[in-house]
């Protein structure tokens, strides 16, 4: 074939041709994938005989597997100083069993966001993510949209909403150059400059009940299914203050507005079966009480008044919240083929989330190099292709 000739390895076997549109790939680990550029799906079965493989060895002399910052990876021939997204080991496969190695193989604290959903193609998905302008919502809106998904970014802020947007499609169109030239080869050089992100933003500010709902009906106006919501905005550390609405703002933010956002989109979450809804909850759950001393649920400790606020224990309290929300949801709409999931995205993980307060942005800065985990890209790619309830966090 054409690819392994480049990489310097011819295949003489022809039952093991490849039909036109089809390409061999490979994951970081070395499993291989089968690319349809005409179609624009991907699969773990051989087109034509239905067999999986892997490769077999290591790389031949003089080439390096490398990553690059979107998470793709290529190879560097340093001999005859060349690169490619070609796997040079093709040539040499083995057939394997139909088991697909675990996310506990696959990743680790190191991975990507865009390397976890590598090899998916998430094309006719439709997904909205709260609070999707900065931090790992805009991570992770970046990668569901260069993976084909049609993304909604619900922002507070719809100016920083907006440059979020061109951010993304600036990176589709100016990536590294072995992935732009990747993509060239994918679409023979025509589409490239056709195919684009599908990514908006859309106003939606939590503190607001009346903004929640003008979202859902302005959503709901496109006439769009709703595939995957994701529930990540939130506040931290933020002092006491009362919302339009009369709540405690980190209580209506981080759990209200997200309890009512998923009440009004319930019906299009239902048409849109099968779906998810992921909500970004945190350990911190678990350092918290919601109820009084006769075991019942304090609705005064929800939304506490001025004397009684402590910013860390009404964030915790929202985040516990946040997971029996999930697990009541799930058991709910899962009959109706919509499943929930609840996740931690990662101890001290660096987002504008901690802007609140100096201290905080100091105690995320010192402690970020020692601090990471991809729990929420891996809750959202299990999400998506599993039907299971999970709450994604530490044992």
């Known amino acids: 074939m054409a690819a392994l000739k480049y990489a310097g390895l011819e295949d003489t076997d022809s ?16 499993w291989v994938y089968y690319a349809n550029h005409l179609e624009e799906k991907t699969q773990w079965e051989h087109p034509k005989s239905g067999k999986r493989k892997r490769v077999a060895g290591g790389l031949p002399y003089g080439w390096e597997q490398e990553t690059d910052e979107n998470g793709q990876v290529y190879f560097v021939d340093h001999i005859n100083k060349r690169t490619t997204y070609l796997d040079p080991r093709l040539a040499f496969t083995v057939e394997d069993n139909p088991v697909k190695p675990t996310t506990r193989q696959k990743y680790d604290g190191n991975s990507t966001a865009m390397e976890i959903l ?21 991570e992770t809106a970046k990668s569901l949209a260069l993976h084909g998904a049609y993304v909604i970014l619900a922002c507070r802020n719809t100016s920083r909403g907006n440059e979020a947007v061109q951010r993304i499609l600036l990176e589709w169109s100016t990536g590294p150059i072995v992935y732009r030239l990747e993509w060239l080869f994918w679409n023979m050089w025509s589409r490239a400059t056709e195919h684009k992100a599908k990514v908006e933003a859309m106003t939606l500010d939590l503190a607001s009940l009346q903004s929640v709902q003008h979202f859902a009906e302005a959503f709901k106006s496109k006439n769009v299914p709703l595939h995957i919501l994701i529930c990540n905005a939130a506040v931290f550390g933020a002092p006491w203050c009362l919302t339009e609405d009369g709540l405690e703002s980190t209580f209506q933010v981080n759990h209200l507005g997200h309890f009512y956002l998923v009440q009004l989109l319930e019906d299009v979450l ?22 009084d001393d006769s075991g019942k649920l304090d609705f005064s400790l929800l939304s506490p008044s001025k004397k009684e606020y402590w910013a860390m224990l009404a964030y915790n309290r929202s985040k516990l919240c946040n997971i029996l929300f999930s697990n009541e949801l799930n058991r709910r709409l899962s009959p109706h083929g919509v499943t929930s999931n609840s996740v931690h995205p990662g101890n001290m993980i660096y987002s504008s989330i901690h802007r609140n307060w100096w201290v905080y942005t100091l105690l995320f800065t010192l402690a970020r190099p020692f601090t ?5 890209i891996l809750c959202v790619r299990r999400s998506l292709f599993q039907k299971d309830m999970f709450y994604f ?3």
């Open 15 to 30: 039952e093991e041709e490849l039909p036109p549109g089809w390409e061999e790939r490979t994951t970081k680990d070395g």
């Open 118 to 138: 590598q090899g998916r193609d998430l094309s006719g998905k439709v997904v909205v993510i709260t609070g999707a302008n900065s931090g790992i919502g805009f």
């Open 270 to 291: 239902r048409r849109s079966s099968p779906a998810r809804v992921v909500v970004v909850s945190s350990e911190s759950h678990r350092f918290t009480e919601i109820k």
């Open 372 to 376: 990471k985990s991809m729990l929420f």
């Open 393 to 395: 966090g530490f044992s």
